[in-house]
């Protein structure tokens, strides 16, 4: 009697601390994990060609990294042109160079106007396929930790480039006592003023804090460890990328690279005596064969020359009040900001696939690497902005779209 009560004493305490099981919903639509551009981007194709879909989203919003990650002074670098969604332009009245404002006004319209509607706070936690139901199961975590199990035949990964921030670990980083950030929590240099900061990384971010940093008065420094091209924003009256984009239809990407280089020798002078060395690779030979985007110059450079700006190479280890250089430099700081970008995070959570390499990006080259094996797409991941994820939420559909007709109609 006394064990019988054990027992049922032990299946009462399971009940009671194991989770629940989770729920579980087929959906006859294609699931889409991301609610930022790239998975608004396709929703609205799908929809448009009369596909419904379903979108899991982490955060409780749609384009989270726009909204909370974003410093404020942002504008999005290339002309608005180049950086719409699917079927819908920019209003006229927005600038070339719409702010972070403006550009989270178009996509709130966008979901608007083409009725999507994501479900927040669904964290995808993993995802395979399931032969025996030739469909992909796909497993959050949702309010509260409840459980939950999607399955459809189609899985569309949305998640982007920019799902988690990269964070190198430099030695010595217990023993620095000022502040340490990433940029995804810096908003201006307000907070910094007076005071002498470090920018780790030479990209666009980087680049553009620093230059913020100065309009607060900040003493800003940046960390170029490696080579870099800078160009200026815009070249003859228009936009470097608009003109390359315009040149490569007629030469071949080589000699484009050499146009681009000499303009910019002739209006920003040679980089490397600040510090700015040039990879021996063009700009945009560079930008396909490692996605490595170039820095187009808002006004740093000049900074730079000035000296209002100091250029360091790369960081051998912190200190407790500053920093030691590899080149054997020590300078004090009162804060360090990483402009180190994001990463995928797709491998983490999408298992059962050749389709992603390990650094989370598709295995193809563009412009194939949309589509994978047994219903799987990835739309977001070219290391091309707004206008790779385009082209991508175009094919995704073309796609779909076929076999939708073939099932449903």
């Given at each position: 009697?006394?064990?019988?009560?054990?027992?049922?004493?032990?299946?009462?305490?399971?009940?009671?601390?194991?989770?629940?099981?989770?729920?579980?919903?087929?959906?006859?639509?294609?699931?889409?994990?991301?609610?930022?551009?790239?998975?608004?981007?396709?929703?609205?194709?799908?929809?448009?060609?009369?596909?419904?879909?379903?979108?899991?989203?982490?955060?409780?919003?749609?384009?989270?990294?726009?909204?909370?990650?974003?410093?404020?002074?942002?504008?999005?670098?290339?002309?608005?042109?180049?950086?719409?969604?699917?079927?819908?332009?920019?209003?006229?009245?927005?600038?070339?160079?719409?702010?972070?404002?403006?550009?989270?006004?178009?996509?709130?319209?966008?979901?608007?106007?083409?009725?999507?509607?994501?479900?927040?706070?669904?964290?995808?936690?993993?995802?395979?396929?399931?032969?025996?139901?030739?469909?992909?199961?796909?497993?959050?975590?949702?309010?509260?930790?409840?459980?939950?199990?999607?399955?459809?035949?189609?899985?569309?990964?949305?998640?982007?480039?920019?799902?988690?921030?990269?964070?190198?670990?430099?030695?010595?980083?217990?023993?620095?006592?000022?502040?340490?950030?990433?940029?995804?929590?810096?908003?201006?240099?307000?907070?910094?003023?007076?005071?002498?900061?470090?920018?780790?990384?030479?990209?666009?971010?980087?680049?553009?804090?620093?230059?913020?940093?100065?309009?607060?008065?900040?003493?800003?420094?940046?960390?170029?460890?490696?080579?870099?091209?800078?160009?200026?924003?815009?070249?003859?009256?228009?936009?470097?990328?608009?003109?390359?984009?315009?040149?490569?239809?007629?030469?071949?990407?080589?000699?484009?690279?050499?146009?681009?280089?000499?303009?910019?020798?002739?209006?920003?002078?040679?980089?490397?005596?600040?510090?700015?060395?040039?990879?021996?690779?063009?700009?945009?030979?560079?930008?396909?064969?490692?996605?490595?985007?170039?820095?187009?110059?808002?006004?740093?450079?000049?900074?730079?020359?000035?000296?209002?700006?100091?250029?360091?190479?790369?960081?051998?280890r912190l200190r407790c009040d500053g920093v030691e250089f590899v080149d054997g430099k020590v300078e004090s700081f009162d804060a360090i900001i990483l402009a180190t970008g994001y990463r995928s995070n797709a491998l983490t959570w999408l298992k059962g696939t050749d389709m992603f390499h390990h650094d989370g990006y598709p295995s193809k080259p563009y412009p194939e690497g949309w589509k994978g094996k047994q219903g799987l797409y990835a739309v977001g991941f070219t290391r091309r902005g707004l206008?790779?994820?385009?082209?991508?939420?175009?094919?995704?559909?073309?796609?779909?779209?076929?076999?939708?007709?073939?099932?449903?109609?």
């Open positions: 009697m006394g064990h019988l009560k054990e027992v049922e004493g032990k299946r009462l305490h399971d009940r009671l601390v194991s989770p629940p099981p989770p729920s579980i919903t087929w959906v006859e639509e294609p699931i889409i994990v991301g609610a930022g551009p790239s998975g608004l981007a396709v929703a609205a194709c799908l929809r448009q060609k009369g596909v419904p879909s379903l979108i899991l989203e982490r955060a409780s919003c749609t384009a989270a990294l726009w909204r909370t990650k974003t410093y404020d002074r942002l504008q999005l670098h290339l002309p608005k042109r180049f950086c719409e969604l699917p079927l819908l332009p920019f209003p006229d009245h927005f600038p070339t160079y719409p702010s972070k404002v403006q550009f989270i006004a178009y996509l709130d319209d966008y979901a608007s106007r083409f009725r999507l509607a994501p479900v927040f706070n669904r964290t995808v936690v993993g995802a395979e396929f399931d032969g025996s139901v030739q469909a992909w199961r796909v497993k959050a975590a949702g309010p509260k930790g409840h459980r939950e199990e999607y399955i459809s035949k189609w899985l569309i990964v949305a998640s982007g480039e920019n799902a988690e921030e990269h964070v190198p670990v430099f030695e010595g980083s217990g023993e620095f006592e000022g502040k340490i950030i990433h940029t995804s929590s810096y908003k201006s240099g307000e907070a910094f003023k007076g005071k002498s900061v470090l920018v780790v990384g030479c990209g666009n971010s980087g680049m553009e804090v620093c230059l913020d940093l100065c309009n607060y008065d900040a003493k800003p420094s940046i960390v170029v460890r490696d080579s870099v091209h800078v160009l200026p924003k815009e070249m003859l009256g228009r936009s470097t990328f608009g003109l390359s984009m315009w040149l490569l239809k007629w030469l071949p990407i080589s000699l484009v690279d050499q146009f681009l280089l000499l303009v910019s020798h002739l209006m920003l002078g040679n980089t490397a005596k600040y510090g700015l060395l040039r990879p021996k690779l063009g700009p945009l030979q560079l930008k396909n064969l490692t996605g490595k985007t170039p820095v187009l110059d808002v006004g740093t450079l000049p900074k730079i020359r000035k000296g209002d700006i100091k250029v360091y190479s790369g960081i051998k206008l790779g994820a385009s082209h991508n939420a175009r094919k995704i559909t073309e796609d779909i779209e076929k076999q939708w007709k073939a099932n449903y109609n």
